[in-house]
């Protein structure tokens, strides 16, 4: 059991951090629903250290890493118990508008922003693990300007559309997303900000 989460920006030096992450939770994700060539594709071409290491040096990108303390049993003196720092169990990834990644034209909002990842370790889904990054990127984004929030979800993925609809995500439109050859349907889900 978690006792503490602490959120932080990710360092331009963690891209092997990232990649680590980013590749275990994809998998865990969506292992059970994608071809695995698909899957190998994917994970080649966005979840290198290489690709983070190019997509931590874009100013447009923030990375937020999840890290979880847990408890251990030790007690010294009947009193105290000790906390041991742990890997990172989650990470969620926003994206500011470019001309090279437009915002999609169903989003509405005059300065919105995308929640592009919010992903988390299998052992810590449904330990608020997820609201703790979700408000934390609603934090850092209302702390910005920004005024609408926007993600694209796997039509499919049930749980994920259950977590946004209940954080007020409402669907706008859909969009093309590919994982190697095989091209889903995402549902294209905003949130005001205002």
């Not at 994700?29 to 994970?43: C, E, K, R, V």
């Not at 926003?94 to 995308?114: Q, W």
């Not at 330990?127 to 609408?148: E, F, H, I, P």
């Not at 889903?184 to 905003?190: A, C, F, K, P, T």
Request: aromatic letters at 8%; proline letters at 4%.
């Amino acid at each position: 059991m978690f006792e503490q989460i602490s959120i932080r920006p990710a360092l331009p030096t963690e891209a092997h951090l990232l990649s680590a992450i980013a590749t275990r939770t994809f998998q865990d994700a969506f292992a059970d629903s994608s071809d695995p060539a698909d899957i190998a594709d994917y994970l080649r071409d966005h979840c290198s250290a290489k690709c983070f290491a190019h997509e931590l040096a874009n100013q447009n990108n923030l990375f937020l890493l999840a890290f979880a303390a847990e408890t251990s049993a030790k007690t010294i003196s009947d009193k105290t118990t000790s906390a041991k720092t742990t890997a990172p169990i989650g990470y969620a990834k926003l994206r500011k508008s470019s001309p090279a990644h437009p915002t999609e034209s169903c989003i509405s909002g005059a300065h919105p922003i995308e929640l592009e990842r919010l992903y988390v370790e299998n052992a810590a889904i449904g330990q608020g693990v997820g609201a703790q990054r979700m408000q934390a990127c609603l934090n850092q984004a209302k702390s910005m300007a920004y005024d609408t929030l926007w993600l694209g979800v796997w039509e499919h993925n049930a749980r994920a559309l259950k977590f946004y609809q209940s954080w007020g995500f409402e669907a706008v439109g859909s969009h093309v997303f590919v994982v190697g050859s095989d091209e889903q349907n995402d549902l294209i889900m905003q949130k005001s900000l205002s």
